[in-house]
């Protein structure tokens, strides 16, 4: 079953603080023309004699339209799985597009 959500206005392009997943992002958003998302929801738990345990939770969705629009993929959450899930996007359609166009790489 897909999981669906909704996203506030200031919840969209967010830096994630992260410059290879945020250039991964641009990259993923400009060579498919979707809307890519990334959401990183950093949970703090206060203790009183120890240092508190800081987390962070990492979503990344795309824009499907509809009621809930935002489609969350489950397959990632932490930094490193949707960092190597943007790059396979964005090494896929590149790898597609050099198989529809061999000349192009013969000439450079």
């Given at each position: 079953?897909?999981?669906?959500?909704?996203?506030?206005?200031?919840?969209?392009?967010?830096?994630?603080?992260?410059?290879?997943?945020?250039?991964?992002?641009?990259?993923?958003?400009?060579?498919t023309n979707k809307d890519w998302q990334v959401r990183v929801t950093v949970h703090r738990e206060k203790r009183?004699?120890?240092e508190d345990q800081v987390s962070k939770t990492w979503e990344l969705l795309v824009y499907v339209g509809g009621?809930?629009?935002?489609?969350?993929?489950?397959?990632?959450?932490?930094?490193?799985?949707?960092?190597?899930?943007?790059?396979?996007?964005?090494?896929?359609?590149?790898?597609?597009?050099?198989?529809?166009?061999?000349?192009?790489?013969?000439?450079?």
């Amino acid at each position: 079953m897909v999981a669906t959500t909704t996203l506030m206005d200031y919840e969209r392009n967010k830096s994630t603080l992260d410059e290879d997943v945020d250039y991964v992002l641009s990259e993923a958003r400009k060579l498919t023309n979707k809307d890519w998302q990334v959401r990183v929801t950093v949970h703090r738990e206060k203790r009183w004699f120890r240092e508190d345990q800081v987390s962070k939770t990492w979503e990344l969705l795309v824009y499907v339209g509809g009621c809930l629009p935002w489609q969350v993929l489950m397959c990632a959450k932490d930094r490193d799985t949707v960092f190597a899930y943007l790059a396979g996007v964005v090494s896929g359609v590149r790898g597609a597009e050099a198989r529809m166009n061999p000349m192009k790489e013969q000439d450079q």
